[in-house]
Structure formats: C-alpha cells, structure tokens
C-alpha cells in the first residue's frame, strides 16, 4: 500500500498569518494516463470531509484562493495563504493512483 | 445539483450485521463509480471499497475482504456497503463518496476524469457496535 505521511500532526496559527502542510508519499502518484492523482480535504468538527484540491493544484468550486497546492512526484504542499476562523478542522491528503486509496494520517489545523 | 444522502445511524451487537445505503442524485449513476470511506471516533480516513454500479464490479480493501459486500440497485440510484461480524473496532461513521473510475465489461476500465474524484460525500451514517 501506498504510505501518505502528513506533517505536521498539528498546526496552530495566528490569525492572518499563513499555514503550510506537507504530504510525502511512499511511492510516484503519476498514473500512467499521466495525471497525479493527489486530492486534499477539509473536515471541519462534525461534518463530512470537503474536497479542496484535486490533482494536486486544481481548485474545488467555492474554495478561497488563499488555499493553493503543489508538489509532484511523491512531495506535495498545501497552504493557506492567510487563515481564517473558518479554516479550523482536519486536513487530509489522499492519493488516487494506487489501489488501495489512502489517506494521509491528518493535520489539525487551530487558532494560536 | 449531486447529492449523496446515507440511511441513518445504527446501533448493532458484535457478530452482527449492517447496511447502510447511499442514495445519489443530480447525476448519471451508472457512469460513476462509488467508493466508502470510514472514520473511526478521533480517528482519520480508510477506504474500505469500490463499486461500479454499471456492472457490480467491486474492488475490496484487503483487511475487510470476506467481511464487505458492496452493491447497487440502478432502478433507484441507491448503492449500499454491508459489513458482517461486526466488532466494536467497526465503530465508526461510514461515507459514501462519488468515484471516477467504473467498469464496463466489453470496454473494461473507463473514468470520468480526475476533476470527479472524491468530489462528492454523503453526510455519513454513525454505526455504534456494543454489546
């Protein structure tokens, strides 16, 4: 299986100021079609996951562009550009080239 | 617009049985598949499964092999993720979520593109296993 080690485990972050997470995988998600199939999600408290990110860099509908990610191969980043109240919740990174799908372990994001 | 709305929360005894449904909307069903995902209390994201609704097609993770059965029922857009002898380590709550890739038996593995992957969820159905 493909191994998604996110770090940190855990974000506190001032209001304003930015916030980066890094999601390293165990094996290259480029897919033979060559897409990288690389999503990353929100969960806030309570609610189901919501996706962000999708092939690495490409923007959801109604998603802030203060969030932005990148990377390729097996290194990706998200950041947020500046954090709001509303960006508290869980972060995950998922990959989508590999069966079986996995899942980052999580970041939590938090006001400082 | 899509919508993935999941049957409502359980209460089952060890070695039990659930089911739990997922009824989709706004899109074609059958040109889609559907993965579920589980969240244990506190816990992150696994995936336990796929199924293409346009021939039954399945792809199980392999901790859950022999205990997980996916279906679907294309006259009503419902799929729905059976899970036997339950143990209290199942507790968690269950998605439903709208995959890409589905199956076609003469033309083999066909998606509807990476924009669709995971883009969807259903609000999750809690599923408590305690004696």
Same mark, same amino acid.
């Given at each position: ?25 165990s ?7 060559? +897409?990288?199939?690389? +999503? ?17 860099? +490409? ?11 990148s ?6 980043t ?6 709001e109240? =509303? ?6 990174? /998922? ?18 | 617009?899509?919508?993935l709305?999941?049957?409502?929360? =359980? ?16 899109? &074609?069903?059958?040109?889609?598949? /559907? ?10 994201? =696994? ?10 097609k ?11 059965? /996916?279906?679907?029922? &294309?006259? &009503? ?23 890409p890739?589905?199956?076609? =038996? ?21 599923? &408590?296993?305690?004696?």
């Amino acid at each position: 299986d493909v191994v998604m080690t996110q770090s940190p485990p855990s974000l506190p972050v001032t209001l304003g100021q930015p916030a980066s997470i890094s999601c390293r995988s165990s094996q290259s998600l480029v897919y033979s079609d060559g +897409n990288t199939y690389l +999503n990353w999600f929100q969960q806030r408290p309570g609610q189901s996951p919501r996706r962000l990110i999708y092939k690495v860099s +490409n923007w959801d509908s109604g998603v802030p562009d203060r969030f932005s990610g990148s990377g390729s191969g097996t290194d990706f980043t998200l950041k947020i550009s500046r954090v709001e109240a =509303e960006d508290v919740g869980v972060y995950y990174c /998922m990959q989508g080239t590999h069966w079986p799908i996995t899942f980052g372990q999580g970041t939590r994001l938090e006001i400082k | 617009q899509v919508q993935l709305v999941q049957s409502g929360a =359980e209460v089952k005894k060890p070695g039990a049985s659930v089911k739990v449904s997922c009824k989709a909307s706004g899109y &074609t069903f059958a040109r889609f598949g /559907m993965s579920w995902v589980r969240q244990a209390p506190g816990q992150g994201l =696994e995936w336990m499964g796929w199924i293409s609704p346009y021939d039954g097609k399945t792809h199980y993770a392999q901790r859950l092999q022999g205990r997980v059965t /996916m279906t679907t029922d &294309t006259s &009503t857009n419902t799929a729905y993720m059976e899970l036997r002898s339950l143990r209290s380590d199942d507790t968690a709550v269950y998605y439903c979520a709208r995959d890409p890739w589905y199956h076609q =038996e003469r033309s083999g593995w066909l998606t509807q593109g990476g924009q669709y992957y995971f883009d969807y969820w259903g609000q999750g159905t809690l599923v &408590t296993v305690s004696s």
